[in-house]
DNA sequence: TGTAGTAGATTACATATGTAATCAATCTGG
DNA sequence: CCAGATTGATTACATATGTAATCTACTACA
Protein backbone atom coordinates (compact mmCIF):
# COMPACT_ATOMS: atom_id res chain seq x y z
CA UNK A 1 0.00 0.00 0.00
CA UNK A 2 1.14 3.71 -0.78
CA UNK A 3 1.74 5.67 2.31
CA UNK A 4 -1.32 7.74 2.38
CA UNK A 5 0.33 10.82 4.39
CA UNK A 6 -3.22 12.33 4.99
CA UNK A 7 -2.17 15.99 3.42
CA UNK A 8 -4.59 18.06 4.79
CA UNK A 9 -7.13 19.29 2.37
CA UNK A 10 -6.51 22.40 1.23
CA UNK A 11 -8.85 25.13 2.13
CA UNK A 12 -10.53 25.98 -1.31
CA UNK A 13 -12.30 28.99 -1.00
CA UNK A 14 -16.02 30.21 -2.20
CA UNK A 15 -15.05 31.84 -5.59
CA UNK A 16 -12.37 28.85 -6.23
CA UNK A 17 -15.08 26.11 -5.71
CA UNK A 18 -16.79 27.49 -9.04
CA UNK A 19 -13.84 26.66 -11.08
CA UNK A 20 -12.82 22.81 -9.25
CA UNK A 21 -16.28 22.24 -10.21
CA UNK A 22 -15.98 22.73 -13.73
CA UNK A 23 -12.94 20.57 -13.82
CA UNK A 24 -14.81 17.82 -11.31
CA UNK A 25 -17.23 17.49 -14.36
CA UNK A 26 -14.82 17.44 -17.36
CA UNK A 27 -11.06 17.29 -17.23
CA UNK A 28 -8.30 17.77 -18.28
CA UNK A 29 -9.39 21.43 -19.90
CA UNK A 30 -6.85 24.02 -20.83
CA UNK A 31 -7.65 27.54 -19.44
CA UNK A 32 -9.20 28.97 -22.03
CA UNK A 33 -11.78 25.79 -21.89
CA UNK A 34 -12.19 26.61 -18.20
CA UNK A 35 -12.59 30.37 -18.87
CA UNK A 36 -14.92 29.57 -21.49
CA UNK A 37 -17.36 26.98 -18.96
CA UNK A 38 -16.87 30.23 -16.54
CA UNK A 39 -17.76 32.12 -18.32
CA UNK A 40 -21.58 30.37 -18.41
CA UNK A 41 -22.47 31.22 -15.16
CA UNK A 42 -19.91 33.51 -13.71
CA UNK A 43 -19.05 37.16 -15.04
CA UNK A 44 -15.69 37.07 -14.58
CA UNK A 45 -12.95 38.02 -16.53
CA UNK A 46 -10.26 35.50 -17.80
CA UNK A 47 -7.61 37.44 -15.94
CA UNK A 48 -9.42 35.91 -12.86
CA UNK A 49 -10.08 32.47 -13.44
CA UNK A 50 -6.66 32.35 -14.62
CA UNK A 51 -5.50 33.44 -11.11
CA UNK A 52 -7.83 30.88 -9.52
CA UNK A 53 -6.60 28.09 -11.63
CA UNK A 54 -3.01 29.54 -10.15
CA UNK A 55 -4.00 29.59 -6.64
CA UNK A 56 -5.61 26.42 -7.26
CA UNK A 57 -2.33 24.58 -8.24
CA UNK A 58 -0.89 26.38 -5.50
CA UNK A 59 -3.06 24.95 -2.99
CA UNK A 60 -2.29 21.72 -4.86
CA UNK A 61 -6.43 21.09 -5.45
CA UNK A 62 -5.22 21.45 -9.38
CA UNK A 63 -2.61 19.48 -11.30
CA UNK A 64 -1.59 20.17 -14.76
CA UNK A 65 0.01 18.88 -17.39
CA UNK A 66 2.24 20.57 -19.84
CA UNK A 67 0.69 20.31 -23.65
CA UNK A 68 2.98 22.25 -26.01
CA UNK A 69 2.83 25.79 -24.67
CA UNK A 70 -0.30 25.48 -22.85
CA UNK A 71 -1.60 23.47 -20.00
CA UNK A 72 -4.26 20.94 -18.96
CA UNK A 73 -5.59 21.43 -16.06
CA UNK A 74 -6.85 18.36 -14.00
CA UNK A 75 -8.42 18.01 -9.87
CA UNK A 76 -5.60 16.87 -8.02
CA UNK A 77 -8.60 16.01 -5.34
CA UNK A 78 -11.00 13.99 -5.55
CA UNK A 79 -15.01 16.05 -5.74
CA UNK A 80 -16.05 13.13 -3.21
CA UNK A 81 -13.26 14.19 -0.57
CA UNK A 82 -13.55 17.92 -0.61
CA UNK A 83 -17.84 17.76 -0.05
CA UNK A 84 -16.99 15.71 2.70
CA UNK A 85 -14.67 17.92 3.60
CA UNK A 86 -17.15 20.85 3.10
CA UNK A 87 -19.79 19.42 5.00
CA UNK A 88 -17.95 18.58 7.72
CA UNK A 89 -16.79 21.61 8.71
CA UNK A 90 -20.44 23.25 7.23
CA UNK A 91 -21.98 21.37 9.58
CA UNK A 92 -19.80 21.76 13.07
CA UNK A 93 -19.85 25.55 12.31
CA UNK A 94 -23.37 26.32 11.70
CA UNK A 95 -25.04 23.09 12.94
CA UNK A 96 -22.57 22.47 16.15
CA UNK A 97 -21.95 18.83 14.20
CA UNK A 98 -25.52 17.90 14.78
CA UNK A 99 -26.73 16.29 11.33
CA UNK A 100 -30.24 15.93 12.69
CA UNK A 101 -30.69 19.91 12.94
CA UNK A 102 -29.55 20.27 9.69
CA UNK A 103 -31.43 18.11 8.37
CA UNK A 104 -34.42 18.79 10.33
CA UNK A 105 -33.73 22.46 8.76
CA UNK A 106 -33.75 21.22 5.11
CA UNK A 107 -36.78 19.51 5.40
CA UNK A 108 -38.44 22.13 7.67
CA UNK A 109 -37.36 25.62 5.38
CA UNK A 110 -39.25 23.92 2.83
CA UNK A 111 -36.15 23.37 1.06
CA UNK A 112 -37.51 20.11 -0.32
CA UNK A 113 -40.02 19.14 -2.29
CA UNK A 114 -42.55 16.85 -2.10
CA UNK A 115 -41.02 15.30 -4.86
CA UNK A 116 -37.21 15.47 -2.73
CA UNK A 117 -38.82 14.20 0.26
CA UNK A 118 -40.10 10.98 -1.74
CA UNK A 119 -36.33 10.83 -2.60
CA UNK A 120 -35.19 10.81 0.41
CA UNK A 121 -37.54 7.98 2.30
CA UNK A 122 -36.36 5.86 -1.11
CA UNK A 123 -32.68 6.50 0.30
CA UNK A 124 -33.53 5.65 3.87
CA UNK A 125 -35.09 2.46 2.85
CA UNK A 126 -31.85 1.65 0.81
CA UNK A 127 -30.19 1.84 3.69
CA UNK A 128 -31.75 0.44 5.78
CA UNK A 129 -32.50 -3.09 3.92
CA UNK A 130 -28.28 -2.52 3.22
CA UNK B 1 -46.79 45.75 8.98
CA UNK B 2 -43.32 47.57 9.66
CA UNK B 3 -41.16 48.14 6.29
CA UNK B 4 -38.94 44.84 6.05
CA UNK B 5 -36.40 46.34 4.40
CA UNK B 6 -34.62 42.95 3.84
CA UNK B 7 -31.14 44.16 4.73
CA UNK B 8 -28.68 41.46 2.93
CA UNK B 9 -27.98 39.40 5.74
CA UNK B 10 -24.49 40.32 7.18
CA UNK B 11 -21.76 37.37 6.09
CA UNK B 12 -20.87 35.88 9.25
CA UNK B 13 -17.16 34.25 9.43
CA UNK B 14 -16.17 30.72 10.62
CA UNK B 15 -14.73 32.84 13.86
CA UNK B 16 -17.63 34.53 14.30
CA UNK B 17 -19.80 32.14 13.88
CA UNK B 18 -18.77 30.76 17.62
CA UNK B 19 -19.45 34.15 18.99
CA UNK B 20 -22.58 34.01 17.27
CA UNK B 21 -23.74 30.60 18.60
CA UNK B 22 -22.82 31.84 22.32
CA UNK B 23 -25.43 34.54 22.19
CA UNK B 24 -27.84 32.71 19.97
CA UNK B 25 -27.65 30.12 22.74
CA UNK B 26 -27.93 32.91 25.71
CA UNK B 27 -28.21 36.63 25.94
CA UNK B 28 -27.76 39.29 26.86
CA UNK B 29 -24.33 38.44 28.02
CA UNK B 30 -21.54 41.05 28.72
CA UNK B 31 -18.08 40.72 26.97
CA UNK B 32 -16.73 39.31 30.12
CA UNK B 33 -19.26 36.57 30.00
CA UNK B 34 -19.02 35.91 25.86
CA UNK B 35 -15.47 35.26 26.43
CA UNK B 36 -16.10 32.80 29.28
CA UNK B 37 -18.14 30.81 27.43
CA UNK B 38 -16.52 30.73 24.39
CA UNK B 39 -13.25 29.45 26.93
CA UNK B 40 -15.08 26.58 27.33
CA UNK B 41 -14.09 25.43 23.39
CA UNK B 42 -11.71 27.71 22.03
CA UNK B 43 -8.35 28.73 23.17
CA UNK B 44 -8.90 32.51 22.26
CA UNK B 45 -7.32 35.32 23.95
CA UNK B 46 -9.63 37.65 25.67
CA UNK B 47 -9.14 40.58 23.12
CA UNK B 48 -9.64 38.32 20.32
CA UNK B 49 -13.14 37.32 21.24
CA UNK B 50 -13.54 41.88 21.78
CA UNK B 51 -12.74 42.02 18.49
CA UNK B 52 -14.95 39.43 17.07
CA UNK B 53 -17.85 41.54 19.39
CA UNK B 54 -16.60 44.34 17.61
CA UNK B 55 -17.01 42.57 14.14
CA UNK B 56 -20.37 41.54 14.24
CA UNK B 57 -21.82 44.94 16.45
CA UNK B 58 -20.49 46.92 12.84
CA UNK B 59 -21.83 43.91 10.68
CA UNK B 60 -25.23 44.52 12.86
CA UNK B 61 -25.53 40.67 13.46
CA UNK B 62 -25.14 41.76 17.56
CA UNK B 63 -26.65 44.93 19.27
CA UNK B 64 -26.17 46.13 22.61
CA UNK B 65 -27.30 48.31 25.15
CA UNK B 66 -25.03 49.86 28.00
CA UNK B 67 -25.44 48.63 31.69
CA UNK B 68 -23.36 50.96 33.35
CA UNK B 69 -20.37 50.83 32.17
CA UNK B 70 -20.09 48.08 30.08
CA UNK B 71 -22.10 46.50 27.20
CA UNK B 72 -24.78 43.41 27.10
CA UNK B 73 -24.61 42.10 23.47
CA UNK B 74 -27.31 40.38 21.78
CA UNK B 75 -28.05 39.08 18.45
CA UNK B 76 -29.78 41.36 15.78
CA UNK B 77 -30.19 38.57 13.63
CA UNK B 78 -32.05 35.24 14.19
CA UNK B 79 -30.44 32.20 14.36
CA UNK B 80 -32.89 30.76 12.30
CA UNK B 81 -32.85 33.23 9.17
CA UNK B 82 -28.70 32.63 9.77
CA UNK B 83 -28.83 28.80 9.36
CA UNK B 84 -30.72 29.52 6.15
CA UNK B 85 -29.09 31.77 4.77
CA UNK B 86 -25.87 29.59 5.44
CA UNK B 87 -27.37 26.17 4.11
CA UNK B 88 -28.58 28.02 1.36
CA UNK B 89 -24.74 29.27 0.27
CA UNK B 90 -23.53 26.46 1.34
CA UNK B 91 -25.81 24.33 -0.85
CA UNK B 92 -25.37 26.64 -3.60
CA UNK B 93 -21.50 26.66 -3.67
CA UNK B 94 -20.68 22.74 -2.92
CA UNK B 95 -23.79 21.21 -3.90
CA UNK B 96 -24.72 23.36 -6.85
CA UNK B 97 -27.89 23.63 -5.44
CA UNK B 98 -29.26 20.09 -5.35
CA UNK B 99 -30.66 19.40 -2.03
CA UNK B 100 -30.79 15.68 -2.85
CA UNK B 101 -27.75 15.89 -3.45
CA UNK B 102 -26.71 17.15 -0.32
CA UNK B 103 -29.01 14.55 1.58
CA UNK B 104 -27.81 11.47 -0.34
CA UNK B 105 -24.15 12.59 0.59
CA UNK B 106 -25.07 13.31 4.24
CA UNK B 107 -27.12 9.62 4.32
CA UNK B 108 -24.28 8.01 2.48
CA UNK B 109 -20.86 9.17 4.23
CA UNK B 110 -22.15 8.11 7.52
CA UNK B 111 -22.89 10.88 8.86
CA UNK B 112 -26.26 9.56 9.81
CA UNK B 113 -26.04 6.65 12.67
CA UNK B 114 -28.83 4.19 12.68
CA UNK B 115 -30.40 6.57 15.10
CA UNK B 116 -30.77 9.49 13.06
CA UNK B 117 -32.30 7.82 9.86
CA UNK B 118 -34.80 6.48 12.70
CA UNK B 119 -35.42 10.01 13.35
CA UNK B 120 -35.47 11.30 10.18
CA UNK B 121 -37.55 8.68 8.85
CA UNK B 122 -40.07 10.20 11.42
CA UNK B 123 -39.87 14.26 10.52
CA UNK B 124 -40.42 13.06 7.22
CA UNK B 125 -43.83 11.40 8.81
CA UNK B 126 -44.56 14.55 10.19
CA UNK B 127 -44.02 16.21 6.93
CA UNK B 128 -46.22 14.17 5.01
CA UNK B 129 -49.10 14.40 7.57
CA UNK B 130 -49.11 17.97 7.26
C1' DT C 1 -6.85 60.75 46.39
C1' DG C 2 -3.83 58.35 43.61
C1' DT C 3 -3.19 54.05 41.22
C1' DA C 4 -3.99 49.67 39.36
C1' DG C 5 -7.56 47.06 36.92
C1' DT C 6 -11.31 46.83 33.41
C1' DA C 7 -14.07 48.07 29.57
C1' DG C 8 -14.56 49.54 25.21
C1' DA C 9 -12.08 51.96 21.06
C1' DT C 10 -8.38 52.15 18.05
C1' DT C 11 -4.48 50.26 15.78
C1' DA C 12 -1.58 46.37 14.08
C1' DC C 13 -0.27 43.04 11.04
C1' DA C 14 0.14 38.75 8.34
C1' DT C 15 -2.50 35.89 5.28
C1' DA C 16 -6.62 35.01 2.38
C1' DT C 17 -9.69 36.41 -1.12
C1' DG C 18 -11.95 38.73 -4.96
C1' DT C 19 -10.78 40.86 -8.91
C1' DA C 20 -7.67 42.08 -12.13
C1' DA C 21 -3.53 44.36 -14.89
C1' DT C 22 1.19 44.00 -16.57
C1' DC C 23 5.20 41.32 -18.24
C1' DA C 24 7.91 38.02 -20.68
C1' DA C 25 8.06 34.14 -23.77
C1' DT C 26 5.92 31.96 -27.66
C1' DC C 27 3.11 31.04 -31.51
C1' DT C 28 0.87 32.46 -35.75
C1' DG C 29 -0.61 34.76 -39.79
C1' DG C 30 1.02 37.78 -43.40
C1' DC D 1 11.00 37.35 -40.62
C1' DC D 2 8.14 40.37 -37.81
C1' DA D 3 4.02 42.27 -35.33
C1' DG D 4 0.16 41.11 -32.92
C1' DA D 5 -2.26 37.50 -30.20
C1' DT D 6 -2.01 34.16 -26.61
C1' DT D 7 0.07 31.70 -22.55
C1' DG D 8 1.53 31.32 -18.17
C1' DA D 9 4.08 34.20 -14.46
C1' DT D 10 4.38 38.06 -11.62
C1' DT D 11 2.52 42.01 -9.48
C1' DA D 12 -1.36 44.92 -7.71
C1' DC D 13 -4.57 46.32 -4.59
C1' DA D 14 -8.68 46.78 -1.64
C1' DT D 15 -11.30 44.25 1.70
C1' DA D 16 -11.90 40.30 4.89
C1' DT D 17 -10.22 37.44 8.47
C1' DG D 18 -7.63 35.50 12.31
C1' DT D 19 -5.32 36.93 16.10
C1' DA D 20 -3.97 40.27 19.05
C1' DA D 21 -1.64 44.59 21.41
C1' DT D 22 -2.02 49.44 22.71
C1' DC D 23 -4.60 53.55 24.14
C1' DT D 24 -8.03 56.01 26.96
C1' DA D 25 -11.47 56.59 30.24
C1' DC D 26 -13.56 55.12 34.36
C1' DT D 27 -13.91 52.57 38.60
C1' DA D 28 -12.78 50.55 42.86
C1' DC D 29 -9.55 49.75 46.45
C1' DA D 30 -5.68 51.21 49.47
Redo the contacts with the bound molecule.
Keep these: MPKKSHEPMP?I????WQVMQVLWDESPL???QVVERIAQEQD??P??V???L?RLVQKEALAFTQE????LYRPAVSRSACLRDASKSFLSRVFSGDTRLLLAHLVDAGKLSDDDVQTLKQILQDKERK
Design positions: KSDAETAAWSRTKTMGGNRY
